[in-house]
């Protein structure tokens, strides 16, 4: 019987499905949640996907809803959110941008998160088990690049609402943004794959894959791990280095 029971945005590629897998292989039970179906993970006792388009902002509640209705808490020591899907571009200049691809990153990259996040410590009041809510940050939330603005800013903003979060909850659940470094995903390989006349990171991003920088999903996901399990002051906003 799983002892600890996951709720992941993103679980159909990269690091989130990593995470996944990694607590799956621990025996934890996972909830994922992405557009697209999480073949790998599928198949593995414990985890129960839902196809779902974090765009959609006005069905989130309902969605986390529906799944914090198939968790039965008494059976758990813990439930945790991992808020790690996000959106990377649009990678222009801000004079480049238009409005509907800024609204999408900002709904799916910031939005999205801060509404799952509320409705999570709603929804689990009252629940006698450990609660923890992880949001995947960056380090484009401290570090600002020519045309990451829409990214960046949504980390930010992340991080904002981690940190003010965790000046009301205190020790009642955890709360804690992790920048995880860099990491080989498929969203790495849309940054290093630019052309870089219109996006001049993307030779910062080619340099650090060919340097072998980068970190495999599952040694993030590892690092993830170590972080639900420990004990983290909330509002707190982690960096790669740090657990
Ligand atoms: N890779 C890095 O180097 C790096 C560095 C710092 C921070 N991060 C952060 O780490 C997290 C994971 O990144 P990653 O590199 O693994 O990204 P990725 O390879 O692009 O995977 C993103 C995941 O998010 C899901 N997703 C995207 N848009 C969605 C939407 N509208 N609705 C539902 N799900 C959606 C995708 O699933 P579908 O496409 O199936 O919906 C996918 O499973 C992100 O928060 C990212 O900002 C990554």
């Not at 690049?145 to 904002?160: D, E, I, Q, R, W």
């Not at 972080?227 to 707190?236: F, V």
Request: charged fraction near 25%; glycine fraction near 6%; hydrophobic fraction near 45%.
């Amino acid at each position: 019987m799983p002892k600890r029971c996951f709720i992941i945005t993103g679980t159909s590629k990269g690091m989130g499905e990593a995470i996944a897998r990694g607590l799956l292989e621990r025996g934890d039970a996972v909830y994922g949640i992405a557009r697209s179906a999480a073949e790998p993970l599928s198949e593995r006792m414990g985890y129960i996907h839902t196809n779902f388009d974090l765009l959609q902002t006005s069905q989130i509640e309902s969605m986390l809803q529906t799944i914090l209705e198939q968790i039965k808490p008494e059976e758990f020591e813990m439930v945790c959110l991992i808020n790690n899907a996000a959106m990377l571009e649009p990678l222009k200049r801000v004079e480049d941008l238009r409005t509907e691809e800024m609204t999408a990153n900002i709904h799916i990259s910031l939005l999205a998160p801060m509404i799952l996040t509320s409705v999570f410590i709603r929804e689990t009041r009252g629940w006698k088990l450990r609660r923890k809510v992880i949001q995947i940050s960056s380090g484009s939330g401290t570090a600002a690049n020519p045309a990451m603005s829409v990214y960046s800013t949504a980390k930010a903003g992340l991080n904002m609402f981690t940190a003010c979060a965790g000046t009301e909850l205190m020790d009642e659940v955890e709360v804690i943004a992790v920048d995880p470094g860099m990491i080989d995903t498929p969203m790495q390989a849309i940054a290093r794959n630019k052309d870089i006349e219109n996006f001049a990171m993307a030779a910062h991003f080619k340099q650090a894959y060919q340097a072998g920088l980068l970190q495999t999903p599952d040694e993030t996901a590892r690092h993830i791990m170590r972080i639900i399990d420990a004990r983290i002051e909330s509002g707190r906003v982690l960096t790669y280095l740090e657990s």
